[in-house]
């Protein structure tokens, strides 16, 4: 990744205090250029990917978003850009103004506050649009940048090069620089934290399915018999117990103290049921041999 312009020599442009953000001196514009509309974010990613390379792992450069000017003028810049590699722009401190929509833009020449905040701090001041349509070359102030995305690629196409300055390196903005790389770092942290904990989640979930599937068929019988049992009784068993007024040992005392005489009961049945059968079986067993007896005793033989 190359920074958006060479690192500036020692003592170019003079100081910073010689221009100032507030001279409007029109240019001649340009045929639309740059790529349909699109929202605040996506352009502000795009430009994070104009100036960090994505995935790489030294990007020799820090990319900033909402960055309030140092001072008391309460006044935040969109992108802040600070080159870190002597390769790459070292020290160039680049301060975007990300505009969507043209009324924004319009808005914003009418208060060039913003741009004054941060005038002294920056390298070079820059408007980012998506297109033309949203600012026309010839409507920048004098001094600023304009930058559109091209069609393809990452990189951002140079259509108005800003003037370059020194910027003044005070301790309120390295102290608003660092405050806001910090910020980055920890909402990256927690961005991190809550995608792992998604796709955990997302992998439990899909182990449980996949789990229902392979699971062992005994298991998988009480399993059902387990649901037929939660369905009846109108609740679930869970950590908390069933329901919210039973714990889990509650649970199975009743169920044991209801369960153990229904079943001597139940077995009960069973074996007289079992007995009925087998004593129906030897009366009618009895009564074949009968039978057979009185059909093989002759005919006139008395009996004893």
């Known amino acids: 990744m190359t920074s958006a312009h060479p690192a500036l020599p020692a003592g170019s442009q003079g100081p910073a205090s010689e221009q100032t953000a507030l001279t409007v001196q029109a240019r001649r514009g340009d045929a639309r250029r740059g790529i349909p509309a ?3 974010e996506v352009l502000t990613r795009m430009l994070r990917h104009h100036f960090v390379r994505p995935g790489e792992e030294l990007p020799g450069a820090v990319f900033l978003t909402e960055v309030t000017a140092p001072g008391r003028t309460g006044r935040r810049a969109d992108a802040v850009h600070i080159g870190t590699w002597a390769s790459r722009g070292g020290g160039v401190i680049d301060v975007c103004e990300v505009k969507t929509q043209r009324a924004d833009w319009l808005r914003e020449l009418r208060d060039p506050g913003k741009a004054e905040a941060w005038w002294p701090y920056s390298s070079a001041f820059w408007l980012v649009v998506p297109n033309t349509e949203v600012a026309r070359p010839d409507e920048l102030p004098e001094g600023w940048g304009l930058m559109v995305p091209k069609g393809r690629g990452r ?3 140079v259509l108005v090069e800003p003037a370059r300055r020194t910027p003044e390196l005070t301790t309120s903005l ?3 620089l660092l405050t806001n790389t910090e910020t980055v770092r920890v909402n ?3 961005r991190q934290r809550d995608e792992l904990g998604d796709r955990h989640r997302e ?3 899909r182990l449980r399915e996949e789990g229902v599937a392979v699971r062992d068929p005994g298991v998988q019988a009480k399993l059902t018999r387990l649901d037929r049992l939660e369905q009846a009784l109108g609740g679930r ?5 069933w329901g919210d007024l039973v714990s889990s040992n509650e649970a199975a005392e009743a169920l044991a103290a209801f369960a153990q005489p229904y079943i001597t009961h139940r077995r009960s049945r ?3 049921a079992r007995l009925l059968k087998s004593l129906a079986h030897g009366r009618d067993e009895l009564a074949r041999l009968v039978a057979e007896l009185e059909q093989e005793v002759p005919a006139g033989v008395p009996e004893e």
């Not at 068993?237 to 117990?241: E, F, Q």
């Open 188 to 190: 990256a942290l927690r």
């Open 155 to 157: 990189r951002f196409q």
């Open 237 to 241: 068993l869970g950590d908390r117990g």
């Open 270 to 272: 069973i074996r007289a």
């Open 38 to 40: 699109v929202t605040t």
């Open 174 to 176: 390295l102290v608003t």
């Open 203 to 205: 992998q439990l979930r």
